[in-house]
């Protein structure tokens, strides 16, 4: 990827395969709604996730293109992407 001077550049996390719960328990002390049910999740295949969010410099230097809507210096966060701009950023890094 060519970022320009002062850019991030791209960090991605290791996800291993495994289990844990994942919500707060009901009895959690200042539990809001939004937090539960408290429930078993299993990643059955190790996968990489960002680590960030993806930038506008990061964006640019895959797609060649900024749609940002609040443009600014490179590491700031792109925006005004669909579902299917995104599937196709992973498609292009691939």
């Not at 190790?46 to 964006?59: D, L």
């Amino acid at each position: 990827m060519n970022l320009p001077e002062g850019a991030k550049a791209l960090s991605m996390e290791y996800i291993p395969e495994g289990s844990f719960l994942m919500g707060s328990p009901d009895g959690e002390f200042e539990r809001k709604t939004n937090e539960g049910p408290q429930r078993q999740v299993t990643i059955s295949k190790p996968f990489y996730m960002g680590k960030y969010e993806i930038t506008q410099a990061q964006w640019q230097a895959v797609m060649g293109n900024n749609p940002s809507n609040f443009m600014g210096w490179g590491n700031y966060p792109v925006e005004q992407v669909s579902w299917q701009d995104t599937a196709r950023f992973c498609n292009q890094l691939s």
